[in-house]
């Protein structure tokens, strides 16, 4: 079972930037694709970027389009989102995810490994 872990959350005032890592078993990336969501409390879990495995494309969810980037380097077998301009309503918990589905999967029942998620606060 393919085991991920989150890294790199934290503290931040608007306007302010974070990445966050997802370490992975080595070749976890270059078979499946990554994900980010994320969950705030009382809220359901949302999909915010996927790439897939291929690395030749990346989607976005409309909120952080053009503010958050995902990536993967397969040689350290990790997951980044850089988060820039972050905003108080992207507050949350960020999960990292991973899939073995073919193209692009914002649904949450569409991806089978998960981290631990890890906590993002940012106060105006």
């Known amino acids: 079972q393919v085991q991920l872990v989150e890294s790199g959350g934290g503290s931040v005032q608007a306007g302010g930037s974070l990445r966050l890592s997802c370490a992975a078993p080595?070749?976890?990336?270059?078979?499946?694709?990554a994900a980010w969501f994320r969950q705030s409390p009382g809220k359901e879990r949302e999909f915010v970027a996927t790439?897939?495995?291929?690395?030749?494309?990346?989607f976005y969810a409309a909120a952080v389009k053009g503010r958050f980037t995902i990536s993967t380097d397969n040689a350290k077998s990790t997951a980044y989102l850089e988060m820039n301009s972050l905003k108080p309503e992207d507050t949350a918990v960020y999960y990292c995810?991973?899939?073995?589905?073919?193209?692009?999967?914002?649904?949450?029942?569409?991806?089978?490994?998960w981290g631990q998620g890890t906590q993002v606060t940012v106060s105006s």
């Open positions: 995810a991973a899939t073995r589905r073919a193209g692009i999967n914002t649904l949450t029942s569409e991806y089978d490994v």
């Open positions: 790439r897939h495995y291929s690395g030749r494309s990346s």
């Open positions: 080595e070749g976890t990336f270059s078979g499946y694709a």
